[in-house]
């Protein structure tokens, strides 16, 4: 079955910009998204179709991608930002998958 | 702005069958979008659990398709999970949410219930 494959976690400091990866063979055909998660909440969407963000999120989260690599990346990260964050796309028979989840740290 | 709540039960026996509704507000579902159900089992990853159009055709996860129907009453706002012969494996956060449609003709979802937690156990 299809995967994407994201680092388990990633820490930095207040301020610094925090990079999360997502890798998938479909990538290239197929827009990645990204949902922050905190603890005890439901997911939010930050970023869809690649590069694109919901209203209301603010403008520190942005996405690119490259070939099978998806990046989200958070510029000067706050306490606030300290969230799991799960990339989702679509296998070639177009089923919805997530990744595994990476856990940010910021502190 | 559109709102999602999920409701059922919170414990479900063994082998026997979990049915959760999802009440639509602020949205009339019969207007069009997907709308899907996911779920999150304890301290681990989000699974997409299969979706729905507000005309009733449906598509499912296939590690779930023979246990999971997912079906929509439009008069009252609602669509409704069905998840057989459950284990233990199947105690989660079970969400729903809306489901978009993007230029590809792949799907997303864009807003989420706050969740309901079911655990299977006798």
């Known amino acids: 079955s299809y995967e994407l494959t994201q680092p388990p976690s990633v820490s930095v400091s207040p301020g610094q910009t925090a990079r999360i990866t997502c890798s998938g063979d479909a990538l290239p055909k197929k827009y990645p998204y990204w949902y922050q998660q905190k603890s005890g909440q439901a997911p939010v969407l930050v970023i869809y179709?690649?590069?694109k963000r919901p209203s209301g999120i603010p403008e520190r989260f942005s996405g690119s991608s490259s070939g099978t690599m998806a990046t989200l990346t958070i510029s000067g990260a706050q306490v606030e930002d300290e969230a799991d964050y799960y990339c989702y796309s679509t296998d070639s028979s177009g089923n919805p998958v997530f990744g595994g989840g990476t856990k940010l740290t910021v502190l | 702005q559109v709102q999602l709540q999920e409701s059922g039960p919170g414990l479900v026996k063994p082998s026997e069958t979990l049915s959760l509704t999802c009440t639509v507000s602020?949205?009339?579902?019969?207007?069009?979008?997907?709308w899907g159900w996911i779920r999150q089992p304890p301290g681990k990853g989000l699974e997409w659990i299969g979706s729905?159009?507000?005309?009733?055709?449906?598509y499912y996860n296939p590690s779930l398709k023979s246990r999971v129907t997912i079906s929509v009453d439009t008069s009252k706002n609602q669509f409704s999970l069905k998840l057989s012969s459950v284990t233990a494996a199947d105690t989660a956060v079970y969400y729903c949410?809306?489901?978009?449609?993007?230029?590809?003709?792949?799907?997303?979802?864009?807003?989420w219930g706050k969740g309901t937690t079911v655990t299977v156990s006798s």
């Open positions: 179709e690649d590069s």
């Open positions: 949410a809306r489901v978009m449609e993007n230029v590809l003709s792949d799907y997303y979802m864009d807003v």
């Open positions: 729905i159009y507000h005309s009733g055709s449906t």
């Open positions: 602020g949205y009339s579902i019969s207007s069009g979008y997907y």
